[in-house]
Protein backbone atom coordinates (compact mmCIF):
# COMPACT_ATOMS: atom_id res chain seq x y z
CA UNK A 1 0.00 0.00 0.00
CA UNK A 2 3.08 2.44 0.76
CA UNK A 3 4.57 1.68 -2.57
CA UNK A 4 1.16 2.79 -3.92
CA UNK A 5 0.84 5.46 -2.39
CA UNK A 6 4.21 6.95 -3.30
CA UNK A 7 3.42 6.04 -7.21
CA UNK A 8 -0.07 8.13 -6.67
CA UNK A 9 2.57 11.08 -5.19
CA UNK A 10 4.61 11.19 -7.71
CA UNK A 11 1.93 11.20 -10.44
CA UNK A 12 -0.08 13.65 -8.18
CA UNK A 13 3.60 15.66 -8.61
CA UNK A 14 3.78 15.55 -11.91
CA UNK A 15 0.45 17.19 -13.23
CA UNK A 16 0.59 20.07 -15.12
CA UNK A 17 -2.08 21.55 -13.20
CA UNK A 18 -1.74 22.01 -9.83
CA UNK A 19 -5.04 22.83 -9.01
CA UNK A 20 -6.34 19.33 -10.70
CA UNK A 21 -3.36 18.06 -8.11
CA UNK A 22 -4.13 19.80 -5.23
CA UNK A 23 -7.79 18.28 -5.55
CA UNK A 24 -6.53 14.62 -6.34
CA UNK A 25 -4.04 15.30 -3.22
CA UNK A 26 -6.99 15.56 -0.48
CA UNK A 27 -8.25 11.98 -0.60
CA UNK A 28 -4.49 10.78 -1.43
CA UNK A 29 -4.07 12.04 1.74
CA UNK A 30 -7.00 10.38 3.20
CA UNK A 31 -5.62 7.27 2.28
CA UNK A 32 -1.95 7.99 3.75
CA UNK A 33 -3.53 9.04 7.07
CA UNK A 34 -5.90 5.93 6.84
CA UNK A 35 -2.67 3.57 6.17
CA UNK A 36 -1.09 5.00 9.55
CA UNK A 37 -4.42 4.77 11.33
CA UNK A 38 -4.72 8.13 12.43
CA UNK A 39 -8.78 8.09 11.74
CA UNK A 40 -8.94 10.96 8.70
CA UNK A 41 -11.83 13.29 7.78
CA UNK A 42 -12.40 14.30 4.61
CA UNK A 43 -11.77 18.06 3.55
CA UNK A 44 -14.48 20.25 4.23
CA UNK A 45 -15.83 23.84 4.24
CA UNK A 46 -15.73 26.57 7.54
CA UNK A 47 -17.46 30.30 6.33
CA UNK A 48 -15.36 29.60 2.89
CA UNK A 49 -12.87 28.60 4.16
CA UNK A 50 -11.74 25.12 2.45
CA UNK A 51 -10.07 22.47 5.71
CA UNK A 52 -7.99 19.72 3.85
CA UNK A 53 -9.02 17.35 6.03
CA UNK A 54 -8.38 16.29 9.87
CA UNK A 55 -7.31 13.55 11.72
CA UNK A 56 -7.52 11.95 15.20
CA UNK A 57 -4.28 11.41 17.12
CA UNK A 58 -4.05 10.38 20.95
CA UNK A 59 -7.62 11.08 21.98
CA UNK A 60 -7.26 14.76 20.17
CA UNK A 61 -8.36 15.99 16.51
CA UNK A 62 -6.40 18.15 14.24
CA UNK A 63 -6.80 20.03 11.29
CA UNK A 64 -4.75 19.35 8.25
CA UNK A 65 -3.47 21.99 5.83
CA UNK A 66 -1.73 20.97 2.71
CA UNK A 67 -0.18 23.13 -0.04
CA UNK A 68 2.05 22.67 -3.22
CA UNK A 69 4.85 24.61 -3.50
CA UNK A 70 6.70 25.32 -6.41
CA UNK A 71 10.20 24.49 -5.28
CA UNK A 72 11.28 21.87 -3.79
CA UNK A 73 11.28 21.86 0.15
CA UNK A 74 15.21 20.35 1.72
CA UNK A 75 14.77 17.94 4.97
CA UNK A 76 17.26 20.27 6.50
CA UNK A 77 14.73 23.13 5.84
CA UNK A 78 12.31 21.35 8.21
CA UNK A 79 14.72 19.10 10.37
CA UNK A 80 13.73 15.58 10.84
CA UNK A 81 11.23 14.83 13.27
CA UNK A 82 8.49 11.73 14.03
CA UNK A 83 5.13 12.39 13.41
CA UNK A 84 3.89 11.66 16.89
CA UNK A 85 6.52 14.32 18.25
CA UNK A 86 5.38 16.59 15.86
CA UNK A 87 1.82 16.47 17.01
CA UNK A 88 2.71 15.88 20.73
CA UNK A 89 5.31 19.66 20.66
CA UNK A 90 1.73 21.05 19.37
CA UNK A 91 -0.52 19.55 21.94
CA UNK A 92 2.04 20.92 24.90
CA UNK A 93 2.25 24.52 22.82
CA UNK A 94 -1.58 24.84 22.72
CA UNK A 95 -2.17 23.66 26.61
CA UNK A 96 0.61 25.95 27.62
CA UNK A 97 -0.08 29.40 25.29
CA UNK A 98 -4.07 28.96 24.69
CA UNK A 99 -3.02 28.85 21.00
CA UNK A 100 -3.52 25.76 18.64
CA UNK A 101 -1.64 27.75 15.90
CA UNK A 102 2.08 26.23 15.76
CA UNK A 103 3.75 25.69 12.19
CA UNK A 104 5.97 23.09 12.27
CA UNK A 105 8.21 25.24 10.31
CA UNK A 106 7.97 27.64 13.38
CA UNK A 107 8.83 25.04 15.88
CA UNK A 108 11.70 23.66 14.37
CA UNK A 109 13.24 26.63 13.50
Known amino acids: M ?3 LTQEFLRL ?3 ESRQQAGREFE ?3 HRLFTLFDLEPTLAYNLKGEQIDGAIYYNTD ?3 VEAKWLADTVEAEDLGRVRL ?3 ISRKLLHA ?3 GNCYYPATEMLG
Open 95 to 97: STT
Open 84 to 86: DEL
Open 13 to 15: RAM
Open 61 to 63: HFV
Open 2 to 4: LQE
Open 27 to 29: PFL
